[in-house]
């Protein structure tokens, strides 16, 4: 699981035995970074992409990845008509999926993605109106071996209630901290139930959100052993070998 340092942002491109899926790509300046990290990888082709919710800081460069990569097929959550976004970079997205063919999948609860010896299975969004789009985001959870990561997106207080509501929830070994590190994610009785032993935040250094708040990191260190965060070290490269995780840090 690497942890792409993109800013203000967020990108994880997780591999297992030869296949691989991108989680978000952050804001259109910063896909060449994205694209530079992956060829540097040896990676050709994405298996899976997961635009976790139509925010810029997420998928704003998404069309520029689907344009330079071979992509087996890309899941979006499903959202209401009358709310889904009119911006550029989301049409430009989809614009380059039709282009090339790629199949745009809407996730669900339930479903099972296999990543070689992985497997990550969607835990939400769970088909509520939601006001705030963040609450949208795919969400899932990550298995190999014995070791459970947790990925949920911009997810706030009400999607991770649902979550908690669903039942598919277990403690894990690591938690990719929902928002940046933002004070209406990774809420006390979310983090009560999944315990996790590292936390990983993307986020902007100095950015203008004040972002990761004190107050989740008071939280997440009630918890975890190991905090990292992408505006303080860089990429966070998490290596499972099924039973313990390894972390190395670019700085």
């Given at each position: 699981m690497h942890f792409i340092d993109v800013g203000q942002g967020d990108c994880t491109f997780i591999a297992a035995n030869g296949v691989t899926m991108l989680v978000d790509c952050g804001e259109n300046?910063?896909?060449y970074k994205v694209e530079d990290y992956l060829r540097g990888l040896g990676v050709g082709r994405l298996d899976y992409v997961i635009a976790t919710h139509p925010h810029s800081d997420h998928m704003g460069g998404m069309y520029n990845i689907i344009d330079v990569f071979d992509?087996?097929?890309?899941?979006?959550?499903?959202i209401p008509d009358e709310q889904i976004p009119t911006t550029v970079f989301y049409e430009r997205f989809l614009d380059s999926c039709a282009a090339k063919?790629?199949?745009?999948k809407?996730?669900?609860?339930?479903?099972?993605?296999?990543?070689?010896?992985a497997k990550a299975e969607i835990i939400a969004p769970e088909g509520s109106f939601y006001e705030d789009m963040n609450n949208y985001s795919i969400a899932f959870m990550l298995t190999h071996g014995d070791?459970?990561?947790?990925?949920?997106?911009?997810?706030?207080?009400?999607?991770?209630?649902?979550?908690?509501q669903g039942g598919r929830l277990q403690r894990v070994m690591l938690y990719k901290a929902g928002h940046h590190g933002s004070t209406y994610s990774s809420t006390e009785e979310l983090l009560d139930i999944i315990r996790p032993k590292i936390a990983v935040i993307s986020c902007g250094r100095d950015n203008?959100?004040?972002?990761?708040?004190?107050?989740?990191?008071?939280?997440?260190?009630?918890?975890?052993?190991?905090?990292?965060?992408?505006?303080?070290s860089g990429t966070v490269i998490a290596e499972s070998d099924g039973s313990d995780i390894k972390i190395a840090r670019e700085r």
């Open positions: 300046e910063v896909s992509v087996g097929e890309v899941l979006i959550p499903h063919h790629v199949p745009v809407e996730a669900y609860v339930g479903h099972v993605l296999d990543i070689g010896s070791n459970r990561c947790l990925f949920t997106g911009d997810a706030e207080a009400e999607s991770e209630e649902a979550m908690i203008p959100y004040g972002h990761p708040h004190d107050i989740t990191l008071k939280r997440l260190e009630k918890y975890a052993d190991m905090v990292c965060r992408t505006d303080v």
